[in-house]
């Protein structure tokens, strides 16, 4: 819906990608905190497509799960805007463009307490446990309430950015 608040993940289904904690972060708010909020998921199925989709059925959650294929660059721009978050679970790194893109956007970061992801993001994302999907529901409830978070980690992601180069 129109007005729905989500969190994007741009990223290939593969297993170590991790969409199952968004998932079970998705029932968790919706669970035990009564919060819809969307998952928008894009990119290619590398072969975890459905398994990712059958899961979120069995979720309760296949109503807030958006897959919108490979998406175009020039759609890029407003699903990090219009974002609570983007939030990239991944177990692979360190060094991953969708932070560094929604840096660039002025959308907040999420990502994954791994020792390569704190050394891209340093302190302007915030931290979850890959395996903790409690953890990342609270986060996604801090972040849709509290604006002034949100304003910081994003002016902290624009003084990141200065630290990488086009090269």
């Not at 919060?35 to 894009?42: D, Q």
């Not at 890029?76 to 360190?94: D, H, I, N, T, W």
């Not at 791994?114 to 979850?128: E, I, T, Y």
């Amino acid at each position: 819906p129109k007005e729905a608040k989500f969190i994007f993940y741009p990223s290939q289904f593969w297993p170590h990608k991790n969409h199952r904690l968004i998932i079970d972060a998705l029932a968790d708010l919706k669970n035990s905190h009564g919060l819809e909020i969307y998952g928008i998921f894009c990119g290619s199925d590398c072969g975890n497509l459905q398994p990712i989709l059958t899961y979120a059925q069995k979720s309760g959650v296949e109503n807030l799960i958006r897959h919108v294929g490979f998406a175009p660059d020039e759609h890029m721009p407003g699903y990090y805007k219009e974002a609570v978050a983007l939030v990239m679970p991944s177990y692979f790194g360190p060094t991953n463009m969708p932070p560094v893109e929604a840096f660039t956007f002025g959308t907040p970061v999420v990502v994954a307490d791994l020792p390569g992801f704190r050394d891209q993001v340093g302190d302007a994302a915030l931290l979850v446990n890959p395996h903790d999907p409690q953890a990342l529901s609270q986060i996604i409830v801090k972040l849709s309430k509290d604006s002034e978070l949100c304003e910081n980690l994003i002016l902290k992601g624009k003084e990141r950015l200065l630290l990488f180069s086009d090269e």
